[in-house]
């Protein structure tokens, strides 16, 4: 079982950026597919971006392509989220969850079984 630890929330103006970092512990994420989720007040939460651990394979939603990237660093067992020209309405709390698999388009929260703490993310205009 892995478990997940979000860090680099915080505060930014719009236009500004920021790096969310997501740490597994207990085992690495080889076999693993990890994406980022969102949750804003009253909204329901929803894919922002995943990365295929093996092979390195991404998926973006529509509204932060050209805008974030997902990247991952082996040596640390990380995955990053950066995120560029950061909007108000990107203002949210960022979940970095996890499921087994090689491939595929995994957009659904209910599709991952480990999830991190989260951490917010404030974007003001």
């Known amino acids: 079982q892995v478990q997940l630890v979000e860090s680099g929330g915080g505060s930014v103006q719009a236009g500004g950026s920021l790096r969310l970092s997501c740490a597994a512990s207990?085992?690495?994420?080889?076999?693993?597919?990890v994406g980022w989720f969102r949750q804003a007040p009253g909204k329901e939460r929803e894919f922002v971006a995943s990365?295929?651990?093996?092979?390195?394979?991404?998926n973006f939603a529509d509204f932060v392509k050209g805008r974030f990237t997902i990247s991952r660093d082996n040596a640390k067992n990380t995955v990053y989220l950066q995120m560029n020209s950061l909007k108000p309405e990107d203002t949210a709390v960022y979940y970095c969850?996890?499921?087994?698999?090689?491939?595929?388009?995994?957009?659904?929260?209910?599709?991952?079984?480990?999830w991190g703490q989260g951490t917010q993310v404030t974007v003001s205009s």
């Open positions: 969850a996890a499921r087994h698999g090689y491939g595929g388009s995994w957009t659904g929260p209910n599709m991952y079984n480990y």
């Open positions: 990365i295929v651990w093996t092979g390195g394979s991404t």
């Open positions: 207990g085992r690495t994420f080889s076999g693993y597919i």
